[in-house]
Each structure stands twice: as structure tokens, then as C-alpha cells.
T-cell receptor, first 112, second 113 residues
Framework: QKEVEQNSGPLSVPEGAIASLNCTYS??????FFWYRQYSGKSPELIMF????GDKEDGRFTAQLNKASQYVSLLIRDSQPSDSATYLC????????????FGSGTQLTVLP | DVKVTQSSRYLVKRTGEKVFLECVQD?????MFWYRQDPGLGLRLIYF???????EKGDIPEGYSVSREKKERFSLILESASTNQTSMYLC????????????FGSGTQLSVL
């Protein structure tokens, strides 16, 4: 069983819609959760992090965490074509605060 | 502007060759990491280092070694390259205590023939 699972997609949404990206993790002791964005041919960059259950909003992005269900999601409101990228979910495994475990990513395409 | 520089963007090597991938960061970061990225498998951690001359194995260290003689430089070594090591290699760095905020280099696409 993969430690961090994401739907590989591709996920297509029309411009202006809400894009919902989902991630589940197997390590119940994981404490910290992150979303990285990777444009085609580029390196990943951190866009959101969340540590506590609930929602965290930053502009058009909302991260949601449910530790009981071992589930973290990223919502992108008013999606733009510039949001088209692969979104990587990452978690800090229990017992290791120095490294991240990444999911395989979800490819998002926002259609104009 | 913060920068993580990888020495080569594309590299082609033969099976059995010893391969060196170099990474330099100018942000005075303590932590440095080597990942490989393959389609459908995401980013997988090979090795990381949190101090000069210190190294720790990641999830897939077999067939690789690393060297960190200076704080700013972290090298990945493929002792005897094999075709299954054909991949995109990404170096990253972060501040001590801020391991989640990784700054990545632009990557090295290694092809082993």
C-alpha cells in the first residue's frame, strides 16, 4: 500500500469552476501536510501547508485536513488556466521530522 | 533570489559508468535532499543530509551514495549506473526546522543506455 495516495487524473475543470484535489495517507501518526504545485517541465514549489484539522485558506486556495479519516484535500476556487499543473500532496511521516513523503501527483487542466 | 543549482540539465551515460550529480545551494540551508521523479511514482527520497558530512538513507538508497563535504554542496553518486536508474533527479534544500519548505533545483534528466 502506497503511503500517500492521490488520484492521478487527469482532472479537467472549466475556467471559473472549483477544482478539488484529494489525498489519503496511511501513516496515522503523520502530523504535517503539504501541497506542492509542479508546472510541466519545472520543479515543484510549495503552495499550502496545514497542521490542524479543519480548513486553511490562502487566497483562492483552501486546504482541508481530516486526521480521523486520514484525508487531506486542496480546493482551488475560480480556477484559472494558469492553475494547470500537477499537484503533489506530501506528508511528514511519524518519527521523522526531517523528510517528506510525496504522493504521485494529480494533473489538473483548467479549460478556458 | 534563492537558488539551488544542479550541474547538468540532461545527462546520458552508459551502463556500468560511475555518475556524479552535483547540487549547490546559496541559501545557507542545513538540509539537502536528493529525490528521483518517475511517471506514476511521484517523488521518492534517495538520501538526505542535515549537516556537513552527515547523511541519512531515504526510501530508495540502493545503488546510490552521497557526499556532503561542504554545507552548500550535496553530491549524488551512482556507483555503477544501470538502466533502471534512468530518471529525473531533483535536488532540494531547506532550513533546519523547516523541512517542509523545500527549494528545488531545476532537475537533471539522466538517461542510462
Amino acid at each position: 500500500q502506497k503511503e500517500v495516495e492521490q488520484n492521478s487524473g487527469p482532472l479537467s475543470v472549466p475556467e471559473g469552476a472549483i477544482a478539488s484535489l484529494n489525498c489519503t495517507y496511511s501513516d496515522r501518526g503523520s502530523q504535517s501536510f503539504f501541497w506542492y504545485r509542479q508546472y510541466s517541465g519545472k520543479s515543484p514549489e510549495l503552495i499550502m501547508f496545514i497542521y490542524s484539522n479543519g480548513d486553511k485558506e490562502d487566497g483562492r486556495f483552501t486546504a482541508q485536513l481530516n486526521k480521523a479519516s486520514q484525508y487531506v484535500s486542496l480546493l482551488i476556487r475560480d480556477s484559472q488556466p494558469s492553475d494547470s499543473a500537477t499537484y503533489l500532496c506530501a506528508v511528514t511521516p511519524s518519527g521523522s521530522a526531517r523528510q517528506l513523503t510525496f504522493g504521485s501527483g494529480t494533473q489538473l487542466t483548467v479549460l478556458p | 533570489d534563492v537558488k539551488v543549482t544542479q550541474s547538468s540539465r540532461y545527462l546520458v551515460k552508459r551502463t556500468g559508468e560511475k555518475v556524479f550529480l552535483e547540487c549547490v545551494q546559496d541559501m545557507d540551508h542545513e538540509n539537502m535532499f536528493w529525490y528521483r521523479q518517475d511517471p506514476g511514482l511521484g517523488l521518492r527520497l534517495i538520501y538526505f543530509s542535515y549537516d556537513v558530512k552527515m547523511k541519512e538513507k531515504g526510501d530508495i538508497p540502493e545503488g546510490y551514495s552521497v557526499s556532503r563535504e561542504k554545507k552548500e554542496r550535496f553530491s549524488l553518486i551512482l556507483e555503477s549506473a544501470s538502466t533502471n536508474q534512468t530518471s529525473m533527479y531533483l535536488c532540494a534544500s531547506s532550513l533546519w526546522g523547516r523541512q517542509e519548505k523545500l527549494f528545488f533545483g531545476s532537475g537533471t534528466q539522466l538517461s542510462v543506455l
